[in-house]
């Protein structure tokens, strides 16, 4: 019809193309729902430039239309998908705004609060570094112990009425939670094979038992020292700076005769009243000094039980309740404040 050169349909099909182009150009920047709306009449409404352009194929061959009507559903699909596409753009528009809104920059900022270390790890820390500072090795060893290293290797031999000093869980005949931390001395003893030998083993211990100062789940630090000449005036002196290093450089140590199947001669160790220094109050019963821990030179049988000759050799070891100590030093008096992790005890340390 027209001079243009192109066969009509093709010169339909692109002013079709072009009113997409122009459309897409509209929406890119339509600022309200109202000019958005207005460009979907002007190219969708039933008077709009789409179906005006549809209406001319009347006037072509049938054989062109399917062609031309293809096209039209693309670009009629086209401006609907950028509609679409423009009010989607507008509501979050809006939807930032009032979010913007709502947010009141004057207001003061939420403090977040310093966490600190649970007292517990840091008693453990203190006492591992005097430990440290002593010459110690830190050792781990499974908190499932086999009896030989929980026990039988410790001069406990099944039956032995000192089983009866440590309540056991056990898990079956021969395996058990450690009762204590002197099983990581015997398997460091072991591996270690020569003195010198130190070693401080440090860890989780197991008991049934359980009140206000004891629990089943507890912490114990154990120090060992194995060498050809260790005298009881050795364990003596590194027990005094240890006391005087974890509490205070003028605690002093006092030791009385104890038992341990492990140890000979053995001693309970107290150290003077750090609330009343000696003199005597409440804390210590008025006897001026609190029970700390347990200690004493090794026993022969122990040696053996880790191919050491008692002969040649000679050690102490001495054994320490975190729990206790760290109840002693905050002044707490029920051990379960430790496990419950009330925000409110815990920050105060
Ligand atoms: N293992 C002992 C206990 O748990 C403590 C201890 C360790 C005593 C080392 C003496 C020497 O009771």
Redesign the pocket.
Known sequence: MHGDGLPEASRVQQELKELAKVAEGDLKDAGSREKIEATRVHFLGKKGLVSKILRQMGDLPAAERPSIGLVANEVRDRIEALIDEGIARLENAQRDLVLLESIDVTLPGRRQRMGAKHPLTQTIEKIQDVLKGLGFDLAFGPEIEHDFYNFEALNVPAHHPAREM?DTFYVDRDVMLR????PVQIRGMLALKEPPMRIASVGRVYRRDQDVTHSPVFH?V?GLFVDDKVTFADLKGTLASFVSQVFSPTARIRLRPSY?P??EP?AEVDMSCFACDGQGCRLCKNTGFIEIL???MIDPEVFKAVNLDPEKVSGF???IGVERVAMLKYGISDIRLFYENDLRFLEQF
């Open positions: 440590q009762t204590h931390t002197s114990q154990e341990f492990f140890t053995s347990g200690a004493g070891a001495f054994g």
